[in-house]
Every structure is written in structure tokens, then in C-alpha cells.
């Protein structure tokens, strides 16, 4: 079953995907936000499509103390969006640190700040999708 990682940020989507067998994820394609949801999810339903995706995982923000916060119940709104666009199941999961877990990794592999800026979006949706993929 392929699944399609997403990580929600007020600039830019991070979008990963799985394999066929959702063993591994991997970074696929970050999405600069176009002011309109529908526009944005319409991006994400047509991913879905051409990747023959399942599932999708929509990274939680969680707070450190693993409270939901503004942050956490704008992803659940928009997650339930998400699921109505692309009409398939939308599960969530706790994204706390990925995003410092990406930026380390794309520091470790010696990319400058610019680079690491255009992708780490994508990389931080691969961590959550994997840690989704470890957790079943």
C-alpha cells in the first residue's frame, strides 16, 4: 500500500512518498502555498493520483509536552480538507522535531543554507511518513 507523507507549513507542503509496500519513505516534492486551499489540496489529490496512493499521513504539531495547540487543530481541520479532496484516508502523526531531525540530516550531507531551505520541507515529510510506516 503506497502512502503519501505530508507535513503542513504556512509557506510550503512537504509531500513524501512510500513504496509500494510502505517500507520506505522517501522525499518527493515540496509545494509553495498558493493562498488558496483548494488549490493547494487540489496539488495534493493530483500526487495521490499519479502515485497510486492509498493513504495519506499528515504530520500532527504537536507541542513538546505532546498537547495540541493552535497549530495541531489547524492540521486536524485541514487534514479533514485534505481527506474530502482526495478522497482517500487521511491518518495523522506526531511530527514533533522533524523538521530539526531534516536540518540536521541536510547539515550532516554539508548543504548550505539555501539549499537546505529548498528542500527540507520534503525531507521533514519523509521522517514523519517513515516514522508512520516504523509505527505499524
Known amino acids: 500500500?503506497?502512502?503519501?507523507?505530508?507535513?503542513?507549513g504556512e509557506k510550503r507542503i512537504g509531500v513524501a512518498i512510500s513504496d509500494s509496500d510502505a517500507t520506505l519513505a522517501t522525499p518527493y516534492e515540496v509545494?509553495?502555498?498558493s493562498?488558496?486551499?483548494?488549490?493547494d489540496?487540489?496539488?495534493?489529490?493530483?500526487?495521490?493520483?499519479?502515485?497510486?496512493?492509498?493513504?495519506?499521513v499528515i504530520g500532527l504539531p504537536l507541542s513538546l509536552d505532546g498537547t495540541e495547540g493552535p497549530?495541531?487543530?489547524?492540521?486536524?481541520?485541514?487534514?479533514?480538507l485534505i481527506a474530502e479532496a482526495t478522497q482517500v484516508p487521511?491518518?495523522?502523526?506526531?511530527?514533533?522535531?522533524?523538521t530539526v531531525e531534516a536540518e540536521r540530516i541536510l547539515k550532516e550531507q554539508g548543504l548550505d543554507t539555501q539549499q537546505r531551505r529548498q528542500i527540507i520541507d520534503k525531507v521533514a515529510a519523509a521522517i514523519?511518513?517513515?516514522?508512520w510506516i516504523d509505527g505499524q
Not at 500500500?1 to 503542513?8: F, K, P, T, Y
Open 1 to 8: 500500500m503506497r502512502a503519501v507523507g505530508v507535513d503542513l
Open 71 to 80: 497549530a495541531a487543530k489547524s492540521a486536524r481541520i485541514e487534514a479533514g
Open 35 to 39: 493562498g488558496s486551499r483548494e488549490h
Open 90 to 98: 487521511v491518518q495523522l502523526q506526531d511530527e514533533r522535531l522533524t
Open 128 to 131: 514523519l511518513l517513515q516514522a
Open 41 to 56: 489540496h487540489a496539488k495534493i489529490r493530483a500526487i495521490v493520483e499519479e502515485v497510486e496512493a492509498e493513504l495519506v
Open 31 to 33: 509545494l509553495i502555498r
